[in-house]
């Protein structure tokens, strides 16, 4: 079973930064695409950054230049950092893990909230 536990949440101030950590427990991390989701309050949750097995990238165009999502292997760990922070990107982020056969989990969120 896979279980996936985010942190590095927190408040931050207009253009500061955080980094998030989702840690996979389980086997055959490096198969796993791994990405990250937000949600805010009334809104429905929206993909935010996906990263391959290979490696491959891609970004939703509101976070494109400020977030980058990387995976370090070795300790089953996908991270998020997130510069240039705005009061937009208030919201529960989250840790999703696929497999292309449909296996799929997810974390239990953690809170990002930028003030002015």
């Known amino acids: 079973q896979v279980r996936l536990v985010e942190s590095g949440g927190g408040s931050v101030q207009f253009g500061g930064s955080l980094r998030l950590s989702c840690v996979f427990s389980?086997?055959?991390?490096?198969?796993?695409?791994m990405e990250w989701y937000h949600q805010a309050p009334g809104n429905q949750r929206e993909l935010v950054a996906t990263?391959?097995?290979?490696?491959?990238?891609t970004y939703v165009d509101s976070v494109k230049g400020r977030f980058t999502i990387s995976r370090d292997n070795a300790k089953n760990t996908v991270y998020l950092q997130m510069n240039s922070l705005k009061a937009e990107d208030t919201a529960v982020y989250s840790c999703?893990?696929?497999?292309?056969?449909?296996?799929?989990?997810w974390g239990q969120g953690t809170q990002v909230t930028v003030s002015a």
């Open positions: 990263i391959t097995s290979s490696g491959t990238t």
């Open positions: 389980g086997y055959s991390f490096y198969l796993y695409t």
């Open positions: 999703h893990a696929s497999l292309p056969l449909g296996h799929q989990y």
